[in-house]
Structure formats: C-alpha cells, structure tokens
C-alpha cells in the first residue's frame, strides 16, 4: 500500500554535530511500523521531523499529496496526523474529560465514554493527569488518540516505564487502529514487544535509516543482530535452529 | 484551521485570570509611582499586554502544552492571538472605565 506519510533523506544537526544525514521514514495506512535505534541515534528527531516538531536542514516531508520543506505541527494535525511525544501530552491545567472534549470539538471525534472505556480510564474521566499515574496517563492519552481518529499515529517510546498491563493495552489499541487503516509508527526499545506487535522494521543508525522488512526478516539481518539486538536477544527458533 | 469555540473559551479564559492577576500586581506599582492604574500611557498599556502575554507562553511551556495545541492543530497565529486578545481585551476595558470616570 502507498504510504501516507513519507520523510525522504533528512538531514539534521545540532550545534555542529550531525545526528542524521540522509534519513527516510514510512508510515503506510493498515501498518505498525517500528523503528528501532541506540540511545541517541536520532529516532526521536527523526519523528520530530517527521511531526512537524523539528525543522530539517534538508529534505522533505510528504503527507498524503502534499510536500512540506517545512511541515508544520498544526497543519500536519489538521490533515489526520496525531504525534504522541515521549513526555507527557495532556496537560496538568485541565481534566482528562476536558482535553477529549477539546479533540472531540476540532476535529468531530469519537465517542468518550467509548473510548476511556477502551483503554480502562472511564473511573479517572474528570481527575487532571498529573494525578494519575503513568501507566493511566499514558492510556488517557489513547484515549485522546482514539477520540481523533487520525490517520496517521507517531508515538515516540509509547512503552517506556509502562507496567506489563498497561502496554498489553497499549498494543492493542495500536494494533486495532492499524487494522482500521491508521498508520502507525512507533518507537521504542522494548524488543521483545514490539517485534511482536510490528508489521515492519525500521532500523536508524549512523545517521541514515534501512528498511529491514517484517520482524521476522529483520531479526535476520547481520548488522541489525550485531549493532543493535546483540547477541542475546536472538529469537527463540534460530536458537532451537543452532 | 480554527481553534473551535471550547478550545478558544478554554485558553482566553485562562489567559485572561492571568493578566487579570498580573495587572493587580502592577496595578499596586503604578500607584505606588503615583499613575492612576486605569489611565495608564500607551506605551505603558502595550508594554503590560506584551508582558502579559509572555507570562501566558511561559504557562504553557511550563505545563508543556505546545504538543496537545499542536495535536488540536492551534499553530502560531492562533496561539499568538489566544495570548494576546485577553490581556489586549482587559487593558481597553480599563482604559475605558478610566475614561468614562473622567
């Protein structure tokens, strides 16, 4: 399927240090792409980019028709693109009920009672986030994502520092909205997870990017293996394989 | 795209209990320098809805909104309107009254 969000050879430097230098990213409707990466390797400027978040120093970012030398964040938004940052979305000022009313009236959502349901928040509706805790703030987050209905999700290490429940939850919703057609790309290190819960890999590293293909195929991939998984981190049947 | 009318009450209303809150501040050092607080200078007027204004983007980087007004695809224009309209809209309103007393 065509992707409906295409970031082609990005380049981006801060302070004289190049972090990527010719960077590509997919994000294809119906697909849970992940892009993997070591600590500081550029994946969150990446998809910062890729939100509108960061300006590149060169290359393009297209979403659906549209090419964008600089994309912007609420044009991006408009269009169908949700960004879940790796801190907190929803703000402290405001309840969670208040902050999905906001997504439901500028964009026509979803139903949020249906949605807090989904995602095991519905008891914690008219509390603020920061009395929450994080695995529930991450959900009330879901729920924000499900009441906008995007067509395109960015979620930067969604699973750090969530309790096993919590981003069981996570990739079901993440899944069910790649079945609905939504594109999403998500990162992260949770290897386990999420090459399980993945369609495609990604791999960043040394400033550009490789499409590795499905999981499976990705696990296979030597440099991938060496540089990133280690060697531990082998899958259960190539183990039973050798 | 336009902020819809929840989104824009929601902000206004915020920014303006903060200017509302920064103007009895100030409003205590202009009697303090001997200026009526309600017939201040234009300079003085725009120099307060600026200041105002900086106070409600320091709020919303302190509560890290920048991503959920991204997310609710409020870009800059809008954001500096939001910031701006409320204080603009108190400091008339003084202005006014100031007037009118004569």
């Known amino acids: 399927m065509t992707a409906l969000l295409r970031v082609e050879s990005v380049a981006k430097s801060f302070a004289g240090r190049r972090v990527l230098s010719s960077a590509s990213l997919r994000a294809v409707p119906g ?37 964008y030398l600089h994309a912007r964040p609420h044009r991006l938004a408009a269009v169908g693109l949700f960004y879940l940052p790796d801190a907190d979305l929803l703000s402290s000022a405001f309840t969670v009920r208040h902050q999905l009313v906001l997504f439901q009236r ?57 309790a ?28 386990p997870t999420l090459l399980d819960a993945a369609d ?9 990017t490789y499409e590795l293909g499905p999981p499976a195929v990705a696990v296979q991939h030597g440099a991938f293996r060496r540089e990133y998984l280690g060697p531990w981190r082998i899958p259960l049947n190539s183990r039973e394989e050798r | 795209m336009l902020p819809n009318r929840t989104l824009v009450a929601t902000y206004v209303t915020r920014h303006f209990r903060l200017w509302a809150l920064l103007r009895v501040g100030l409003s205590g050092l202009f009697l303090l320098a001997g200026t009526d607080p309600l017939r201040v200078s234009p300079l003085t007027l725009g ?3 600026v200041f105002a204004a900086v106070v409600s983007l320091v709020e919303l980087r302190r509560r890290r909104e920048r991503d959920l007004l991204g997310n609710l695809g409020v870009g800059a224009v809008a954001l500096a309107a939001m910031v701006m309209v409320p204080p603009l809209t ?13």
């Open chain 1, 164 to 191: 096993p429940r919590d981003a069981e939850v996570l990739t079901t919703v993440l899944r069910a909205l790649a079945a609905d057609g939504v594109a999403v790309l998500v990162t992260g290190h949770e290897v």
């Open chain 1, 106 to 162: 500028q964009f026509g959502g979803g139903d949020i009672g249906e949605a807090a349901a989904r995602v095991g928040i519905a008891a914690r509706l008219d509390q603020r986030p920061d009395t929450l805790s994080g695995g529930e703030r991450r959900r009330a987050e879901l729920a924000a994502v499900l009441v906008r209905r995007p067509t395109c999700l960015l979620a930067d290490e969604p699973y750090r520092g969530l």
């Open chain 1, 200 to 208: 495609h890999i990604t791999w960043c590293t040394s400033g550009t």
């Open chain 2, 90 to 102: 108190g400091e008339l309103l003084l202005r006014a009254v100031g007037t009118f007393r004569g």
């Open chain 2, 47 to 49: 120099a307060t809805v």
């Open chain 1, 31 to 67: 697909e849970l792409r992940v892009l993997f990466g070591r600590n500081g390797i550029g994946k969150s400027t990446l998809l910062k980019i890729a939100a509108g978040r960061v300006a590149p120093d060169g290359g393009t970012v297209h979403f659906g028709n549209h090419a």
